[in-house]
T-cell receptor, first 115, second 111 residues
Framework: NAGVTQTPKFRVLKTGQSMTLLCAQD?????MYWYRQDPGMGLRLIHY???????AKGEVPDGYNVSRLKKQNFLLGLESAAPSQTSVYFC??????????????FGPGTRLLVL | GNSVTQMEGPVTLSEEAFLTINCTYT??????LFWYVQYPGEGLQLLLK?????DKGSNKGFEATYRKETTSFHLEKGSVQVSDSAVYFC??????????FGKGTKLSVIP
């Protein structure tokens, strides 16, 4: 049981390049999330999904797109990277709404540097 | 909107010292409250949670009590260890799947 995994662990991009971050979970969770973590800012929600085939915008969605074609995978895309997108990206998932299901489980993070 | 305010760090303590990290929240309704911990180079892990007023969450010697009257969820530990060095996040889930995070408090414990 791997939990939540993310690939890649680290990436350097040039401004204007594109890339996709992959998140996978093996816990059969319905809900998945992408966050970014910046110094002094805590975690901010980029996009989330409440089930296969669904996506929705979070607090800071601009410059990102997501897809959830399979229940276990949640992809985050950057079409044209900008230096402001330099950050650490975390994926998370949880089972559902109920109080014993709402705990989110996090992946190890992807560190992205945009030059 | 919902918000979480936690004490700013960094916090540096000697081993075996008492730890308190203050956290207050604003929210409508009755949110669940969490403390997550992030060890260096890792993702966030759930440390403890409380789902209703007066509940006490506890784990690994850490405790926090859900105080509705003061809208607080302060984290405490009686005797910290070097291995507790990490960043601690106070979080609330306002009855939905979306969490609101505090900015995090970095704790360093020195031998």
């Amino acid at each position: 049981n791997a939990g939540v995994t993310q690939t890649p662990k680290f990436r350097v991009l040039k401004t204007g390049q594109s890339m996709t971050l992959l998140c996978a979970q093996d816990m059969n969770h319905e809900y998945m999330y992408w966050y970014r973590q910046d110094p002094g800012m805590g975690l901010r929600l980029i996009h989330y999904s409440v089930g296969e085939g669904t996506t929705a915008k979070g607090e800071v969605p601009d410059g990102y797109n997501v897809s959830r074609l399979k229940k276990q995978n949640f992809l985050l895309g950057l079409e044209s990277a900008a230096p402001s997108q330099t950050s650490v990206y975390f994926c998370a998932s949880n089972k559902g709404f109920a109080s014993d299901q709402e705990t989110q489980y996090f992946g190890p993070g992807t560190r992205l540097l945009v030059l | 909107g919902n918000s979480v305010t936690q004490m700013e760090g960094p916090v540096t303590l000697s081993e075996e010292a008492f730890l308190t990290i203050n956290c207050t929240y604003t929210a409508t309704g009755y949110p669940s409250l969490f403390w997550y911990v992030q060890y260096p180079g890792e993702g966030l892990q759930l440390l403890l949670k409380a789902t209703k007023a007066d509940d006490k969450g506890s784990n690994k010697g850490f405790e926090a009590t859900y105080r509705k009257e003061t809208t607080s969820f302060h984290l405490e530990k009686g005797s910290v260890q070097v291995s507790d060095s990490a960043v601690y996040f106070c979080v609330h889930g306002a009855g939905s799947y979306q969490l609101t995070f505090g900015k995090g408090t970095k704790l360093s414990v020195i031998p």
